[in-house]
């Protein structure tokens, strides 16, 4: 039972984890990408950008979550939401914006959002540093390790406080988005506007109203998920080289274009990632007895080292480009 | 058929104004980090900035003269930069000398059986099997046979970094290694253009962008094979090193080595654009669905053009990791090695070998003097600081006015698309007829 409980730490909950993180990011990604059509390679450094904001805000008010029990930066995520949703309109506005007003290829918006992204990662480090920085300023990251009432069980379940926080939000934005898409009127229009930006235009619907607000549910999901990813590990200023390609790997995975497939996307890259560095002899330790001798006296049965994590993404994004390029749910083929 | 189109339309024979005047500027900027920062300094600048123009002609001919959108620069310069370093450095005795290279071999013809096992299975249809069983077949027998030989490979590896650190190099001169360099990244090039060339442009970008941080990844952790994060030095020159000459002189020469390259890359480039075979590439490039109409293989010749590119990147980089004399795999950044290059050439002008030599040149002297400037600036800010309000500066002033270079670069990217979509030195399109 042991190395159930120990497969559960490091696939179920750690597979969750980045499988969250995966799906928030990649969701921006993909709004962006049907409503403006490129892909926006600067994503992963906007949500970096969102997790520096909430690091100055919180050593700049280290008590603010004191009074209601939780840690100051969970406090002041709304206000780095705010602060990263203005700066993705102001990047669209100052880069974006007179590039579309000239019909640029793709590609070349694509290029542009390159240059963003050493733009941003510029200020982030000329500002922060180069080292890795904790989000808990002036709070105590709890660790919570829960020990299952089974017989001959020692290793107890362990999960941390943001993690926790972790999950909840990520339900909270999934519910949020599927209500904002279905029910308003600015989710109909940005969905108008994502099946066909002509007849949207043509039908009324304000196009500049809905790319401003594609920007801001971007930048306010990218600041959320830059910000419990930072709140779980450090706060690194090149987090972003890292995370740029599971992220697109999550949203192509899940078809581009469509939010929930973009979140089914990071849960399966997250547990592709986690299964593949998990090491399966562990599992076969309690057979040991009855197996024969080369398979238990194989060492390590991980398919990939951690240090080769990156290779994994890249391989679901080259399978499923070759053998179903649209997806799981069918979406566009950018 | 109207010909008043003036910005693409070149007026034939005109005086070449645009190119005198800018090249002229670079002479001037070029002078001015001579006076400023002393000739050995300078020098090596400037070869480094050859390098570079290699690596920008090989991204310049993907780009600009077919319009794929390579991301994955690093790990071209990378595998060039491996191979300049397996090739050239003396040979490790006390890994040749033991069993080890044995051991070596037979995994790696495990390997290879392996390879030819599963490739086996893809093909059981042929002889009967159902579709859905030779894939689960094929599946499983992959992932079964990847573990042996990963495990295999894992205790050889081990023993060779116990007991000899690396597997050394072979000791030949460093021609054969910038020429194997620009191979090797051929061939990977040739499989990732297989896989991801039938895909549009920006999956392309996302897909090199990966690969190349895979193939760093690779040459990281395999301590066996380059050493790692412990570093190979020193690399030998193909010229008299600066130990034997002094500094100058050495980077001079070797300066003029990679000029020479240059001037050869240069011409052979030129040629071929203006060639049945380049012409045929421009219109695969701005209408792929006439050029297929018209008969040309268009996935052929898009894998070659992108092979090409490939083969000079692998040049370039092993010419640059044998000049700074080290293979630091942890040394390769997507900035310096994917990003600076982009900036060359679209700063220089896709598709105009000219305009990305210019390019090469001036991007190179903003990058390496922004971290200067920006330090300059920096500090004068902290000392007006400190006398108007007592502010106090953070100390690591220097680490960090060297990402002020990120900043520079972006801005640079952003700026040209927005005011030189074309590149100072556009591409001359030719309008027959």
Redesign the interface.
């Known amino acids: 039972m042991n190395e159930l409980v120990f497969f559960l730490n490091n696939v179920v909950i750690a597979g969750s984890v980045t499988g969250s993180i995966y799906a928030i990011g990649a969701v921006g990604v993909t709004l962006v990408f049907s409503i403006m059509r490129f892909a926006h390679f600067a994503h992963a450094d906007i949500m970096t950008f969102g997790a520096f904001m909430v690091m100055l805000l919180a050593t700049a008010f280290p008590t603010a979550g004191a009074a209601i029990g939780v840690p100051a930066a969970l406090v002041l995520l709304p206000v780095a939401m705010a602060l990263t949703a203005a700066l993705a309109v102001g990047i669209d506005r100052a880069f974006y914006k007179p590039l579309r007003a000239h019909g640029v290829k793709p590609i070349v918006m694509v290029i542009a959002s390159l240059g963003v992204t050493l733009m941003l990662q510029g200020l982030i480090r000329l500002f922060s540093g180069t080292g890795g920085q904790s989000l808990y300023v002036d709070d105590r990251k709890e660790i919570f390790r829960l020990t299952l009432p089974l017989e001959g069980v020692r290793v107890p379940v362990v999960i941390t406080e943001p993690q926790l926080y972790l999950f909840v939000l990520t339900i909270a934005c999934v519910v949020g988005l599927h209500l904002f898409l279905s029910r308003s009127r600015l989710g109909k229009a940005m969905r108008a506007m994502s099946d066909n930006p002509d007849l949207a235009q043509a039908s009324g619907i304000n196009t500049h109203t809905i790319v401003a607000v594609t920007w801001v549910i971007a930048g306010g999901l990218a600041a959320i998920a830059g910000t419990l990813l930072s709140l779980d590990v450090t706060f690194k200023p090149d987090l972003s080289f890292f995370l740029l390609l599971p992220i697109f790997a999550a949203a192509i995975v899940g078809g581009v274009g469509h939010p929930f497939g973009a979140i089914a996307g990071g849960f399966v890259v997250g547990f592709a990632e986690t299964l593949a560095v998990f090491n399966w002899g562990v599992l076969l330790r309690p057979f040991r007895d009855s197996l024969p001798e080369w398979l238990a006296g194989a060492g390590n049965l991980a398919f990939v080292g951690t240090e080769y994590k990156i290779v994994v993404p890249f391989f679901i994004l080259v399978a499923i480009l070759v053998w179903r390029p649209t997806g799981i749910f069918k979406g566009k083929v950018i | 058929m109207d010909k008043t189109r003036p910005d693409t339309v070149a007026a034939p024979r005109r005086f070449p104004l645009r190119e005198v005047v800018l090249f002229a500027a670079l002479l001037l900027a070029v002078l001015g980090v001579y006076a400023v920062m002393g000739a050995a300094y300078s020098t090596r600048m400037l070869v480094e900035a050859a390098c570079y123009a290699i690596l920008a002609l090989g991204l310049t001919i993907q780009w600009g003269y077919a ?1 794929q ?1 390579n ?1 994955g620069v690093m790990g071209f310069v990378a595998l060039g930069g491996f191979c300049a370093m397996t090739f050239s450095v003396p040979v490790n005795e006390a890994f040749w000398g033991s069993e080890l290279p044995g051991e070596l071999g037979r995994v790696l013809l495990t390997m290879v059986a392996a390879a030819l096992v599963v490739f086996g299975a893809t093909r059981l249809d042929r002889l009967g099997v159902p579709k859905a069983l030779r894939t689960l077949i094929a599946v499983v027998l992959a ?1 079964v046979l ?2 042996v030989v990963i ?1 295999a490979l ?1 205790d050889v590896t081990d023993q060779i970094e116990a007991r000899a650190g690396f597997i050394g190099g072979l000791g030949l001169p460093v021609g054969v290694g910038w020429i194997v360099g620009g191979a090797l990244a051929g061939g990977v090039g040739y499989f990732i253009g297989r ?2 060339l039938g ?5 392309l ?3 090199t ?3 190349a ?2 193939i760093k ?2 040459l ?2 395999s301590d066996w094979l380059t050493r790692g994060t412990a570093t190979v030095s020193p690399l030998p020159w193909p010229v008299p090193a600066p130990a034997e000459v002094g500094f100058t002189l050495a980077r001079a020469l070797y300066l003029s080595v990679t000029a020479v390259m240059i001037a050869v890359i240069f011409f052979l480039l030129t040629r071929a654009y203006y060639a049945p075979w380049g012409r045929m590439i421009r219109a695969i490039r701005d209408n792929e669905v006439s050029a297929a109409a018209m008969g040309k293989d268009i996935n052929r010749r898009r894998l070659e053009i992108f092979v090409l590119g490939c083969i000079l990147m692998g040049i370039g980089g092993a010419a640059l990791a044998s000049f700074n004399s080290l293979f630091d795999p942890q040394g390769y950044l ?2 310096n090695h994917t ?1 600076l290059v ?1 900036v060359m050439v ?1 700063l220089g002008g896709p598709g105009n070998n000219l305009g990305t030599l210019f390019g090469a040149v001036t991007v190179y002297i903003i990058w390496i003097m922004s971290g200067p400037i920006a330090l300059y600036l920096m500090e004068l800010a902290v000392t007006l600081g400190q006398a108007s309000f007592g502010w106090e500066a ?1 100390t ?1 002033l220097d ?2 006015a060297l ?12 700026l040209v ?2 005011f030189a ?1 074309k590149g100072l030195l556009p591409e001359k399109v030719i309008h027959h007829g």
């Open positions: 319009g959108f991301a992932m990847y573990l495990n894992r896989v991801c895909l549009r442009s920006d999956y970008a996302i897909a962008l990966g690969i941080e895979i990844a690779f990281k952790n997507p900035l990003f982009l679209i953070p690591n680490s960090r990402q002020a270079r990120v900043f520079v670069i972006g801005l640079l990217i952003t698309l927005r979509p």
